[in-house]
């Protein structure tokens, strides 16, 4: 009973990352559902089954980051909150707690693929927990430079929203195709942007990670590139809130990057640390495509 404390909870959401990350992986499966709306109607709770294997698997990925990297977070202000979560759950809970998320998603993606007669969700369920787990463990993608943003994006787009899509839609459209390059876009920029508020910490600590080579200014310029590409993406496919979105997006990197512009590198670090949120910057890009797509659409 004692696990079951306030203390321990708290922790437990921690060491999953819940705050900072339930809210745009929902908006990640709206905008699939958006996507697809039109489809099979009979599939919604399939959808939900599908979510939460989404979920859980991911969750595992971040107690397998938080577990591997307890040491380095320690000394980076920003994540000693993650160390402290793992200490106070155990290592041996932590790992417990790793296995239940592993082995319920897996059965979740596994349900849907009895339910539809298609092997591509099992399939995109274990390609996300073998990814997950790589990303902190040997290959360990978190210090194979670009490929690290490839895989974390590509498996947001590829296991995420394209499956849901397809699930209710059936078929492959070119809007399922172009919207996906949209949030390959505007994903991979978010996700380079918060590994870049880790640079200094991650240098000093010995990492090697994309933004420890390119640099925090190079890492927000191409952020911001990224972006307005999804804008221009998306203003072709006539989906014009998002555009509207995106470029404001944008625009908010590159007043960022005249910050960090002339700045030592731990000032970069910091600068990028106090005006950027994945958590909140995630949930505004992808929740303006889902209710773009779910109402006007």
Known sequence: MAFLSRRNGRAFV????????VGYNLAYLCIGVGLGAGGEPTLP??????????????MHASVADAVHDRRVDADNPEKSLIASAVDTIGIRRAWSIMTAELVVGLFLFGYVSVLTGELLYLTAGAV???LGFWYSYPPRFKERGILNHLVTTGTDVGVVVFPVAYLLAGEVTTQI???????FCYSFAYHLLHQAADTYY???AGLSTFTTQIGVRNAVGLSALLTILGALLSAIIGLMLTALMLTGAAGCYGWLFNLVCDEQPQHQTAIVSE???IAWVAVALNATLAVELLVWQ
């Open 177 to 183: 195709l172009v919207v996906c390059l949209v949030v």
């Open 275 to 277: 005006w950027f949120s």
């Open 14 to 21: 921690t060491i999953n990352r819940l705050e900072a990350t």
């Open 202 to 204: 991650d240098r000093r």
């Open 45 to 58: 709770l399939v959808v939900v089954w599908y979510g939460l294997g989404v979920f859980l698997v991911k």
């Open 128 to 130: 996300l927990a073998l």
